[in-house]
């Protein structure tokens, strides 16, 4: 079993074949919010949609999954030609007629009666469909596994290209974390600068410019964030070894990464914090593109 979440991107194709019959099933399939099937399939299948459906809903999760279905007969054409005696027949006596009254030799012979339009038309034979029914399931079975493989190892290049971008996000969030701790000594200092500017004759309580940098620096703090933010890093790894669908998860966390980034910038109070905040964003925004190709 795949240890990989999957894929929703991906391509499978499956042939059955007997002496008198190819079947041919190809699908193709591309990230949707659900599985949303298309078919595209010979009138003669049609009454086998609702079984190859039956067949896709139980192994595949999510994704807009296109089955294109085509069916080659083997040994014999599958079709059989009629001849319109009536209308041939009626040719011949209009021949005669003409060359009796023009005077020409107006004998058809049957090759050229062959030839005039709609004396000959060509139908498909009648199919047997409970016959057909179980190569058409065989072929689909087949896609559907070759369908699960591509999923599967395309899942585990973006589970492997993931990994190392929350790992980059975490690296920005170390940084964070370290500026954010010299945060409140700096806010003490810019305070201590501006009231030296604006007030150098007079004297200022110490206890008091240490209570206004504390206020100041708590709500500069983003311990909280980083907190949550870490917690859903975790989450996300956890997430990204499992083979069940994740991505409905993995994108709810990416939100609340998103929300806990836009946090840390709004209360932004270093450049450098600032500047990471740019970043992750920029990461997070990338974890997303890529978690919308998880089923």
């Given at each position: ?31 949707h ?30 994704g ?13 054409s ?10 041939a ?8 007629r ?9 004998s ?36 559907i ?14 589970a ?8 980059a ?38 206890d ?6 504390a206020?100041?620096?708590d ?5 909280e964030?980083?907190?949550?933010l ?43 914090i ?22």
């Open positions: 079993m795949n240890n990989f979440c999957n894929s929703m991107t991906g391509y499978g194709r499956g042939v059955d074949e007997s002496p008198d019959l190819r079947v041919t099933i190809e699908l193709r399939s591309v990230n919010r659900f599985l949303d099937l298309s078919f595209k399939l010979p009138r003669v299948w049609m009454a086998l949609e609702s079984q190859m459906s039956g067949m896709m809903r139980e192994r595949l999760g999510r807009r999954v296109e089955v294109f279905a085509r069916r080659e007969q083997l040994g014999n599958g079709s059989e030609a009629r001849v319109d005696v009536g209308l027949r009626s040719i011949t006596e209009e021949a005669v003409l060359a009796e009254e023009l005077r020409i030799d107006g058809l012979g049957v090759r050229e009666l062959l030839r005039m339009p709609g004396v000959v038309t060509m139908c498909d034979v009648p199919v047997d469909v409970s016959n057909e029914g179980p190569s058409v399931l065989a072929a689909l079975d087949r896609a596994v070759a369908l699960e493989e591509m999923r599967a190892a395309e899942g585990q290049r973006l492997e290209d993931l990994t190392a971008r929350l790992t996000v975490e690296n920005h969030i170390d940084i964070i974390e370290t500026e954010a701790a010299a945060v409140p000594e700096q806010i003490a200092v810019r305070i201590r600068r501006r009231v030296d500017e604006l007030l150098e004759q007079l004297e200022v309580d110490p008091r410019l240490a209570q206004e940098a206020i100041l620096a709500k500069a703090g983003v311990d964030e980083i907190t949550r870490r917690s859903h890093l975790a989450a996300a790894s956890d997430l990204l070894k499992q083979s069940e669908p994740v991505g409905r998860r993995l994108d709810f966390l990416v939100q609340e990464m998103n929300r806990e980034t836009n946090t840390i910038g709004s209360k932004s109070a270093s450049v450098v600032s500047g990471r905040v740019v970043e992750l964003k920029s990461e997070v925004e990338k974890i997303r593109e890529q978690v919308a190709n998880l089923e």
